[in-house]
């Protein structure tokens, strides 16, 4: 019996993992930030329904604390847990990758929405990967004010960003294109290593 789950938001990028051996009647967790070993304890049990009752009790706990138990609509695995720690290398630990969203852009009016599954597969859909990204460094934007939370959308025409006002927005959202000598450009090129990962 093994728990995953995963908290994420604009404080929060930590994994919780409870594993129950049956042979030992051991119960090991673990948990920390994401992308890094974290720390680990292991608690033994006299029965299987006293280990798997104290996991689910301690799961419950952990949600009601923001905790879940899935990513991208999907139950959380050993190789999801691995991808999102290979992310958070590429872009370093104190910076946050979080929630893929599908968008339609519109390369005419420069903006953004949040779209379903059916729109997706569209012909006229013109689709890209949204990300909320929060770094630990701030990055000056086009007038000079500093921003520590984006939205970058990736497609096919390159990559285009948007300033994150806390929520994810479904109308239409202004985006601009990150050039080469755009400040987060560097962060753009760490990033699509991730994209790749998010949508293998």
């Known amino acids: 019996m093994k728990t995953i789950l995963i908290h ?28 890094t070993k974290g720390q680990s304890k292991t608690k033994p049990f006299p029965t299987d329904y ?4 104290w996991i689910s009790s301690a799961t419950y706990k952990k949600q009601e604390k923001g905790y879940v138990n899935q990513y991208d609509y999907k139950p959380i695995t050993d190789h999801t847990l691995q991808k999102l720690a290979t992310i958070a290398a590429i872009i370093g630990t104190q910076n946050k990758c979080q929630d893929p969203q599908w968008v339609e852009i519109d390369l005419n009016n420069k903006s953004y929405k949040k779209i379903d599954e059916n729109r997706l ?37 390159g990559c285009f960003r948007s300033n994150y006002s806390g929520s ?19 962060l753009v090129l760490k990033l699509e290593k991730a994209v790749g990962l998010i949508l293998s």
Do not use: M
């Open 8 to 35: 994420q938001d604009d404080i929060h990028n930590k994994f919780w993992i409870a594993e129950y051996n049956k042979s030992t009647k051991i119960v090991t967790t673990k948990w920390g930030r994401i992308g």
């Open 50 to 53: 006293q280990a798997e009752s």
């Open 121 to 157: 597969q569209h012909p006229e859909c013109y689709p890209g990967l949204r990300l909320r990204i929060e770094t630990k460094k701030s990055y000056k934007d086009e007038i000079g004010d500093d921003h520590t939370f984006f939205n970058l959308i990736f497609c096919s025409d």
């Open 168 to 186: 994810f927005i479904t109308t239409a959202n202004t985006i601009k294109k990150i050039e080469k000598d755009d400040p987060i450009y560097p």
